[in-house]
């Protein structure tokens, strides 16, 4: 193959990488242009290098996506290698032959590569809902978040942040590792999500928790992990029940800025966030107001008109955040994801 052929060879390959790591849908991959490859090849050396991109990559070996996914990933390659003239490729039916080998499991792990060449690897559910709550996967509008966060780091650098329904933390570990905050809490309700949550953490060189620390919460105490890290980012894991919550616990907080991603997907919800918003510290002597930013998907049209006459109500001013679509992280391309700014 020419040097521009091979020069496009791995360009395609590395198309394919970011979004197979990711767990991007399968239908989403680069396939279109893996076909131009095609045209000009005579040999398997395409598929190779797709394969040493994804299923053969460090990251995939030590952290994989789900068996099931990569069963479907590899009979779909297999499936255009053989509609090809080329010779067989042993290696192909090797991966998948491990893979069929492989043993289902309920977790997987998703590999997120930033601009910086750093990787955030997430363990999550395979299931959507799993163990009684939604907590345990991410969501496009928490990718959408921090793809946002990336382009406008200023926001947060140096700054003490504090986001609501972390979830699995996608979004507060891209904010630790490529903005530079001063402080950074995560918080969540759910004991099996602060868990998952606090691992992915450690996982990502974030921080550790203490031996003595347990997940075990008794009646009436604070779970909150304090994790520390080299470059001085003070990271916390809090315990956070939006309908018990009072003032002067958001007081101690002192954070600059609010976030949270698609925890607005029901009304009953968006009034418990709406109680929080309310309680928020306003701006008093060397303190502002915190700013607060809100990302979720549209998938109900009624809900979201919904959410913004709740804000409304209560005197909380919002405004459509300008943003564009990278898609630097792969949530849906065709999903409607908003990010408002609110006044508290």
């Known amino acids: ?28 991959l680069p396939w279109e242009s893996l076909e131009e490859v095609l045209k000009d090849s005579k040999d398997s050396s395409p598929f190779l290098a797709v394969l040493q991109k994804t ?3 460090p990251l995939c070996l030590k952290y994989p996506p789900s068996v099931k996914y990569r069963r479907c990933f590899l009979s779909r390659l297999i499936k255009k290698h053989e509609s090809t003239t080329a010779e067989p490729l042993d290696q192909l039916y090797e991966a998948l032959g491990d893979v069929l080998n492989t043993e289902e499991t ?6 997120y590569l930033l601009p910086s060449g750093d990787a955030i690897t997430l363990r ?12 345990l996967v991410t969501w496009d509008a928490g990718l959408y978040l921090a793809e946002w966060a990336l382009e406008n780091s200023d926001i ?3 700054r003490r942040i504090l986001e ?3 979830g699995i933390g996608l979004t507060g570990i891209t904010i630790c590792k490529a903005c530079h905050p001063r402080e950074y809490v995560f918080s969540d309700h759910h004991e099996c999500v602060l868990q998952q949550l606090s691992e992915n953490i450690q996982l990502n060189g974030l921080g550790w928790v203490p031996e003595s620390c347990s997940h075990h919460i008794e009646e009436g105490q604070s779970h909150q992990h304090h994790l520390d890290r080299a470059d001085h980012i003070q990271i916390s894991v809090k315990e956070l029940d939006w309908n018990l919550v009072s003032k002067d616990e958001l007081e101690e907080l002192q954070a600059d800025v609010i976030l949270a991603a698609d925890v607005v997907y029901d009304p009953e919800l968006s009034q418990h966030l709406i109680g929080v ?11 502002q107001t915190p700013e607060v930013y809100i990302a979720f998907s549209i998938r109900n049209p009624e809900t979201y008109h919904g959410f913004q006459t709740q804000l409304d ?3 909380i001013e919002w405004q459509i955040v300008p943003t564009s679509w990278r898609n630097l992280f792969p949530y849906d391309q065709h999903a409607n994801i908003v990010i408002l700014r609110l006044y508290v």
């Open 124 to 135: 999550e559910n395979v299931a959507i809902v799993s163990q009684g709550t939604t907590g």
């Open 106 to 111: 309920t977790h997987c792990y998703k590999n």
């Open 55 to 57: 299923v053969f990559h």
């Open 277 to 287: 918003l309310q309680k928020l510290p306003r701006a008093c002597g060397n303190r």
């Open 164 to 166: 609501l329904g972390s």
């Open 1 to 28: 193959m020419a040097e521009g052929g091979q020069a496009l060879e791995g360009k395609v390959a590395l198309g394919f990488q970011r979004g197979f790591l990711a767990g991007k849908r399968l239908a989403e």
């Open 313 to 315: 109500k209560v005197e």
């Open 156 to 158: 947060f650098r140096n």
